[in-house]
């Protein structure tokens, strides 16, 4: 793993030229221990590149001025700190999302818990992002939670990554300080695979490098916050990506409409051209791309649209289209990292099921290989984990899925792992390896099909509807047998 750490010099290159505004939103992560100043740093930086009304201003300061917090000071993380039990405790709980723009940017900043108790809250935040600033307590260091934070940025694919040593004015701005943090930091993103690591001494109360530089740490000479997140490039897909449309569902009108609804989540389609469902093969050639504003000559990444063929394809909601040559895996077992987000630990007996970004796929099975140690970053063997470890697991599929890897195209990659018994989502993870023909893993596996439920969907025909309604029927069985601790696989009715 290469780590290319940004020199003060290149962090001040431009992006972007003065007075023109970028296209590409900045989404932002806020991380760390708590305590180290998640709120206030960004209260501050909101405070002063202009992202506060005038009554939201005076609010803040009469709410400072009635708490007297730290003196005469503005309590800057009011403007984050929402709900009441965040108040009361002084901690972030839940994930604050905050839009505003400067004359160079518009930025959508995401302000997550630093409590271990809420680290799921942190994941679920950290998924969105495009950088991520990683809060440091000048005090005391890097934290076990600094490296779970760190972890988990690198687990959801965030590449750059800007340390903030944040309170620099209580230990009389020490340079020497501030140096053997950001080594002790580097060495352990040595484990991950950030591009792009930026460190900014900081102090949130009193503004220094947040928006203005700082008079009392004259030896730094890179860039404050504002300027290196008004400069840094936001997370693009490459232009070569494949096209990948996971269908949300079939719409249908007069005169035969018959339409594929969903979400392009990478690569670019265009009218005339060869699609395929990339589970049953079946192809077609893309007639028209409909949208509620009137119909499109193509369609890319993060485009809601209608797709009309010129042949009908026995697909529903859960279907991948993809273009012809360079589909995902009809995968029925896959490699995954994930971490843990319920408060009742792995049970490898419990039911669970796979849910993609359209798709539910019941799982037959789920074991864990490893947990990562996060005094040491390295992995142990383990069978089993608990809420906020992040594992290394297996997990054999009821049904073959279409599926990327999560470094190759994230949005087709990643996952939840859902209670197939109350819905509840019980963790979030990234597919590392794929692999088809899970039929073969052993003998012991109960496979459900139409002779064996032939008691049950003896009422079916070969209609479509039908064929979805066995499919729903299997995997209520499915979900009762495997609640009892039975393998299953479902042999699709297609």
Known sequence: ???????????????????????????????????????????????????????????????????????????FSLLLDGLVAEREQGITIDIAWRYFETERRR????????????????????????????????????????????????????????????????????EERYRAIEEDFRSLAGNFSFTDITSIPVAALTGANVVARSEEMPWYGGPTLLEYLESVEARTEPEDAPFRMPVQMVLRAANDFRGYAGTVTSGTIRVGERIVDARSGLGATLQRISTMDGDLASASSGDAVTLVLDTDLDISRGAVLTETQRRPTNADVIEARLVWLSEKPFDPEAGYLLRTATDLTPVTSVSVSTLIDFETLSSTQAHTCSMNDIADCRILLGRSTALDLFGDLPLTGNFVLVNALDGATVAGGVITWVQTGAAAVGDNVLVLDRARLSGLCADLGDSPEDRAEYDRRAQEVAILLRSAGVPVLIETDR
């Open 107 to 174: 930025f959508v900043i995401i302000d997550s818990p630093g409590h271990e108790q809420y680290t799921r809250n942190m994941a679920t935040g950290a998924s969105h992002a495009d950088v991520a600033i990683l809060l440091v307590d000048a005090r005391h260091g890097v934290k076990r939670q600094t490296r779970r934070h760190a972890a988990i940025c690198n687990l959801v694919g965030i590449k750059k990554v800007i340390l903030a040593v944040n309170k620099m004015d209580q230990i009389g701005w020490s």
């Open 1 to 75: 793993m290469t780590l290319a750490a940004v020199s003060q010099t290149e962090a001040l290159q431009p992006v972007l030229q003065p007075g023109d505004k970028s296209e590409a939103m900045l989404r932002l992560l806020t991380c760390g221990s708590v305590d180290d100043g998640k709120s206030t740093l960004i209260g501050r930086l909101l405070w002063d590149a202009a992202g506060v009304t005038d009554d939201q201003r005076a609010q803040v300061m009469h709410a400072s001025h009635a708490r007297a917090v730290n003196g005469e000071r503005i309590d």
